[in-house]
């Protein structure tokens, strides 16, 4: 089955520099690829997702990225903020079921 | 609209007790699925359906039952609580299997 790999685990940018989170997955016949913010004690939200037929997306400051040859896709945040500040998880859908499988986390600090 | 709704928010088990975990959409969504979230260890899959009816297993599916006899309900069943057990369980639902999951507001499970 899939098998999703996230790195890093934390990250501490100073506010108005970038990040950038990294995805790895195991099943090339993947096709979906979403990406999920969740601050303290809230539920995960999707904040922008991709799927297999496009190489990039982005929504204002958020962008996502996807190498289907090396099977890898990222997350891209520019200018944060504090309120970038919360754990994201990238996830992928396992294309012989709907099993949607994430990755372990990142956790994301923006010093003001 | 109320969305993805579980009960309760916190619950306190002895060991050996048994529960449910309740689920309900209110979006017409034939996608359920019931996630664990344990420190360091992103959102893992336990159970799933793609319709009434229809359940399969995730990638933690020991020591939990699911049924889904109507669109809107998907309950979790923990049969014996266990220690290793404890952790916080979120309900998500979606559209189809390339849409955004809208998750429930999570239930924190102790077992003692």
């Known amino acids: 089955g899939e098998n999703v790999e996230q790195h890093p685990s934390t990250l501490s940018v100073q506010e108005g520099d970038s990040a950038v989170i990294k995805c790895t997955y195991s099943d090339s016949a993947s096709n979906y690829f979403p990406w999920y913010k969740q601050e303290l004690g809230k539920r995960p939200q999707l904040i922008i997702d991709?799927?297999?037929?496009?190489g990039e997306k982005k929504d204002q400051r958020i962008a996502v990225t996807l190498n289907k040859t090396a099977k890898h896709f990222s997350l891209h945040i520019t200018e944060t903020q504090p309120e970038d500040s919360a754990v994201y998880f990238c996830a992928a859908t396992d294309p012989s079921s709907y099993k949607l499988i994430f990755g372990s986390g990142t956790r994301l600090l923006v010093r003001p | 609209n109320a969305g993805v709704t579980q009960t309760p928010k916190f619950q306190v088990l002895k060991t050996g007790q048994s529960m449910t975990l309740q689920c309900a959409q209110d979006m017409n969504h034939e996608y359920m699925s019931w996630y664990r979230q344990d420190p360091g260890m992103g959102l893992r899959l336990i159970h799933y359906s793609v319709g009434a009816g229809i359940t399969d297993q995730g990638e933690v599916p020991n020591g939990y039952n699911v049924s889904r006899s109507t669109t809107e309900d998907f309950p979790l069943r923990l049969l014996s609580a266990a220690p290793s057990q404890t952790s916080v369980y979120f309900c998500?639902?979606?559209?189809?299997?390339?849409?955004?999951?809208?998750f429930g507001q999570g239930t924190r499970l102790t077992v003692v």
């Open positions: 998500a639902s979606s559209y189809s299997r390339r849409t955004e999951a809208f």
């Open positions: 991709i799927r297999s037929n496009v």
